[in-house]
T-cell receptor, first 113, second 109 residues
Framework: GAGVSQSPSNKVTEKGKDVELRCDPISGHTALYWYRQSLGQGLEFLIYFQGNSAPDKSGLPSDRFSAERTGGSVSTLTIQRTQQEDSAVYLC???????????FGSGTRLTVV | KQEVTQIPAALSVPEGENLVLNCSFTDSAIYNLQWFRQDPGKGLTSLLLIQSSQREQTSGRLNASLDKSSGRSTLYIAASQPGDSATYLCVPNNNDMRFGAGTRLTVKP
């Protein structure tokens, strides 16, 4: 596609439910990042995928958070047993390699009620 | 872990002023540095990308410089306009793409 696509754009879920957030990177981009941005705050790194290498999961805040990237393309961020503090905008970025810049999606706004 | 600091945290200027936003980072072993803007409630829009071998990049009224060895970059905005109001973020890329808090710019008509 022309850009990084994230779905859904908005998600409201009840506390304790599981949610899946999807990121479709630009075709051919080998690098993919997930970030979380709470209201009025900066971007918090969550996880980084690069090609077939093991992902850098050092930013995942708890074991309720997990992410996978199938076939080196689409990525899914899963949050289990959601809590109110998980409410935030989740942003995805992709890039073609280390010598190039990154393109961000429009994000998924998650609200846990 | 890369640490990014942006100064000032917030800036309010009248329309037409030239201004400079500063970015410093702790790990100078970077491939490139990218400047983004973020409008309230929106995603990030890329403004400029400077490769580690470059000293500066220009796009329209924007000019970004990079001094990799000292871990500094500046974004110069000429003849600011109200439409420039946004949060500006710099990201040094060394496969550890961490963000600072950014500079929140307000340009008053």
């Amino acid at each position: 596609g022309a850009g990084v696509s994230q779905s859904p754009s908005n998600k409201v879920t009840e506390k304790g439910k599981d949610v899946e957030l999807r990121c479709d990177p630009i075709s051919g981009h080998t690098a993919l990042y997930w970030y979380r941005q709470s209201l009025g705050q900066g971007l918090e790194f969550l996880i980084y995928f690069q090609g077939n290498s093991a992902p850098d999961k050092s930013g995942l805040p708890s074991d309720r958070f997990s992410a996978e990237r199938t076939g080196g393309s689409v990525s899914t961020l899963t949050i289990q047993r959601t809590q109110q503090e998980d409410s935030a905008v989740y942003l995805c970025a992709s890039g073609p390699g280390r010598d190039y810049g990154y393109t961000f999606g429009s994000g998924t706004r998650l609200t846990v009620v | 872990k890369q640490e990014v600091t942006q100064i000032p945290a917030a800036l309010s200027v009248p329309e037409g002023e030239n201004l400079v936003l500063n970015c410093s980072f702790t790990d100078s072993a970077i491939y490139n540095l990218q400047w983004f803007r973020q409008d309230p409630g929106k995603g990030l829009t890329s403004l400029l990308l400077i490769q580690s071998s470059q000293r500066e990049q220009t796009s329209g009224r924007l000019n970004a410089s990079l001094d990799k060895s000292s871990g500094r970059s500046t974004l110069y905005i000429a003849a600011s306009q109200p439409g420039d109001s946004a949060t500006y973020l710099c990201v040094p890329n060394n496969n550890d793409m961490r963000f600072g808090a950014g500079t929140r710019l307000t340009v008053k008509p």
